[in-house]
């Protein structure tokens, strides 16, 4: 199972983003899907998650400015990120709790990370 994350770069504050990450092999099903995020000399946070019934939850730093949504029939978890301040640089994650055709349980993936810098 791969993840693979896209749509990082470098925008101004106020400005947006939107974060892909699409899993990929022999998935058998999807549970969670989430993003964090990592600063150097920091613990990788969580931003946001997603289940595989739609039910959101956010980090209270993101409430209001970033949406979190996942395509099923794409093995795909989104990550719009609006309104974008300068403390939300940093290097952000894609999770997902997968369950193969070769295993009895969900177990968590990890995308390559995408640097977003946000500019004053």
């Known amino acids: 199972v791969q993840l693979q994350a896209s749509g990082g770069g470098l925008v101004q504050a106020g400005g947006s983003l939107r974060l892909s990450c699409a899993a990929s092999?022999?998935?058998?099903?999807?549970?969670?899907m989430g993003w964090y995020r990592q600063t150097p000399g920091k613990q990788r946070e969580a931003v946001a998650a997603?289940?595989?019934?739609?039910?959101?939850n956010y980090a209270d730093s993101v409430k209001g400015r970033l949406t979190i949504s996942r395509d099923n029939a794409k093995n795909t978890v989104y990550l719009q990120m609006n309104s974008l301040k300068p403390e939300d640089t940093a290097v952000y994650y894609c999770?997902?709790?997968?369950?193969?055709?070769?295993?009895?349980?969900?177990?968590?993936?990890w995308g390559q990370g995408t640097q977003v810098t946000v500019s004053s």
């Open positions: 999770n997902a709790y997968v369950k193969t055709h070769y295993s009895f349980s969900y177990q968590p993936y």
């Open positions: 092999g022999r998935i058998f099903s999807i549970n969670d």
């Open positions: 997603i289940t595989s019934g739609g039910t959101t």
